[in-house]
């Protein structure tokens, strides 16, 4: 009797957690944890263009935290702040890919606000880049919280075709953060 109930219960224990890790893929937001930023992901939407490359856009919404855990927590504001500049990176596949990533180098922000700042140009890459930085505060364990919008075109996101894509911000003094995810919007 005891064998059968061990039976029963494997399959519903495996089920049950297999329904608990399917939870988060189902909402719109996506987290992963780099070495030094943790990201949360609203919204990616890539379009591809028709041409020449490049010709594609790319419209994203994230969140981010700067927790500088490879230097112990140690935070410097002119360097660990993504005020002072970042590269955003796309590629297809999850983080950590050989797979060539499309970059979009955002220079340092304007003022525009309290607690926002914007870029609104050229990008070295040749995008045309529209970015709006909002300072979330810090935390306990952190340098600092952001919500960024951005949308850049024209962008060479031709190798990207299918989920997952690997979503980098990389900022400044080298803090690091990847997810990937399988809810990006990828227009053809």
């Given amino acids: 009797m005891k064998n059968g109930s061990i039976t029963l219960k494997k399959p519903l224990a495996?089920?049950?957690?297999?329904?608990?890790?399917?939870?988060p893929l189902c909402s719109s937001t996506v987290r992963a944890e780099g070495s030094d930023l943790t990201v949360t992901l609203s919204k990616l939407d890539v379009t591809h263009g028709v041409g020449t490359e490049p010709v594609d856009q790319v419209d994203l919404i994230a969140n981010f935290k700067n927790t500088e855990a490879s230097e112990s927590g140690k935070c410097d504001p002119s360097s660990d702040s993504p005020i002072n500049g970042f590269v955003l990176g796309l590629q297809e596949g999850a983080c950590g890919t050989t797979a060539s990533a499309a970059t979009v180098t955002v220079p340092s922000l304007s003022k525009i606000g309290k607690n926002k700042y914007k870029f609104e140009g050229?990008?070295?890459e040749g995008a045309v880049v529209d970015a709006i930085l909002t300072v979330l505060g810090k935390s306990a364990r952190g340098c600092g919280q952001w919500h960024l919008v951005l949308d850049a075109t024209p962008v060479d996101l031709a190798s990207i075709q299918t989920n997952p894509v690997a979503t980098s911000i990389t900022l400044g003094d080298g803090s690091f953060g990847c997810l990937s995810t399988t809810a990006g919007a990828i227009d053809r």
């Fill in 14 to 23: 495996i089920a049950a957690l297999g329904a608990l890790l399917l939870v």
């Fill in 122 to 124: 050229a990008t070295k």
